[in-house]
């Protein structure tokens, strides 16, 4: 599996507290299904004015398989330089997961932490 590519998909939804999330990854994940490409990367962006997120999906077109997005919050920003607690929290939350692509964090105006994982096969 190469990683490599230079094409991208941008989508957007509504984010309050995570309205919206589930349903923008699963419109991710049945864009991808229905245009049979290999997603390499995600990006996300919380746009704060707006209470909108922004997620950039990289992908190859010369080949494809299924994913599944998965999002999960993992706490709140301290405020500190110390990030020990929220790289324990991400491994914990990979342990459990196959087959990980990319990952993605995001955090909101609260400093609500957030995870998007990519993981190639379906859900």
């Known amino acids: 599996m190469v990683q490599e590519h230079n094409r991208f998909k941008l989508f957007s939804a509504q984010y309050a507290s995570g309205a919206g999330l589930t349903s923008l990854l699963r419109e991710i994940e049945k864009w991808v299904a229905a245009n049979k490409v290999a997603p390499k990367s995600v990006g996300v962006e919380y746009l704060e004015g ?10 190859r077109d010369d ?6 997005l998965h999002s999960t919050s ?8 110390d990030f020990t607690k929220v790289e324990q929290a991400i491994a914990g939350l990979a342990s459990k997961l196959k087959n990980i692509i990319c990952h993605e964090l995001f955090v909101t105006e609260t400093g609500d ?3 998007i994982f990519m993981l190639k096969g379906g859900a």
Do not use: C, F, T, V
């Not at 707006?50 to 992908?59: E, K």
């Not at 080949?63 to 599944?68: F, G, H, K, V």
């Open 63 to 68: 080949e494809a398989y299924p994913i599944s």
């Open 50 to 59: 707006s209470g909108r997120l922004l997620m950039s999906i990289g992908y």
């Open 74 to 81: 993992i706490g709140k920003l301290d405020g500190g330089s």
């Open 113 to 115: 932490l957030n995870m």
